[in-house]
């Protein structure tokens, strides 16, 4: 069974730097064809896509934000890490990892973001 | 980066209906890279179609997507009151960047 965890702190200040964790099973970063994003919803607004790794430390950023954003993975740890600085009140939302599949790579390859985490909420506030 | 535009923003139908939900691309997308998801409230998106038309795994036949270039379509033949929640296309261009559209919300009328 395949599952991914988000973790991280619930409430950050204003300038400070995000850390977020995403430890998951059922699965490899190993394996040719496996990437991780992550992706962030505010409250009451649509999906917005952050970044993605892949198993061979390919790194892919949403240009609006790629100055702040910092994807790594350790494979030992089955871990994806997001670190996202100076945050901003407007940075307030629920943050998902998530499983894509690269397509023609392995089993059950989508393209598309097949597995997610259940989400964690982050407040930015002094 | 390609935007996507989902139409209507709010969807009003009676169990039993079809409902049809547009998504569309500012340029063209290829369909191997076109998905849909539904997400109920304080849940996580679900996938439901990707490469435009293939359901994903444990997602009942009633879900169709169909579509290519700039315009796609998600179709529920017969509304089940499970199936009333926000709706969400999302592309991959190749560009090294994702996106999604603004979302459709689908309620009970």
């Known amino acids: 069974q395949v599952t991914l965890r988000e973790s991280g702190p619930a409430l950050v200040k204003p300038t400070q730097t995000l850390t977020l964790a995403c430890t998951f099973s059922?699965?490899?970063?190993?394996?040719?064809?496996?990437?991780v994003s992550w992706i962030r919803q505010p409250p009451g607004k649509p999906l917005e896509w952050l970044a993605r790794?892949?198993?061979?430390?390919?790194?892919f950023y949403n240009t609006s934000l790629k100055t702040r954003l910092t994807i790594s993975k350790d494979t030992s740890k089955n871990q994806v890490v997001l670190t996202m600085t100076n945050m901003d009140p407007v940075d307030t939302a629920t943050y998902y990892c998530?499983?894509?599949?690269?397509?023609?790579?392995?089993?059950?390859?989508?393209?598309?973001?097949?597995?997610w985490g259940q989400g964690t909420v982050v407040t930015v506030s002094s | 980066e390609i935007v996507l535009t989902q139409s209507p923003d709010t969807l009003s139908l009676s169990p039993g209906e079809r409902a049809t939900l547009s998504c569309r691309a500012s340029?063209?997308?290829?369909?191997?890279?076109l998905a849909w998801y539904q997400q109920k409230p304080g849940q996580a998106p679900r996938l439901l179609i990707y490469?435009?038309?293939s359901r994903a795994n444990g997602v009942p036949d009633r879900f169709s997507g169909s579509g290519s270039g700039t315009d796609f379509t998600l179709t529920i033949s017969r509304l089940e009151p499970e199936d009333f929640a926000a709706y969400y296309c999302?592309?991959?261009?190749?560009?090294?960047?994702?996106?999604f559209g603004q979302g459709t919300k689908l309620e009970i009328k």
């Open positions: 340029e063209s997308v290829t369909s191997s890279y």
């Open positions: 490469g435009a038309s």
């Open positions: 998530a499983r894509l599949i690269r397509g023609g790579y392995a089993s059950g390859s989508t393209d598309a973001f097949d597995i």
């Open positions: 999302q592309q991959y261009a190749g560009s090294r960047m994702y996106s």
């Open positions: 059922g699965f490899s970063l190993t394996t040719s064809g496996m990437c």
């Open positions: 790794i892949d198993w061979d430390d390919d790194k």
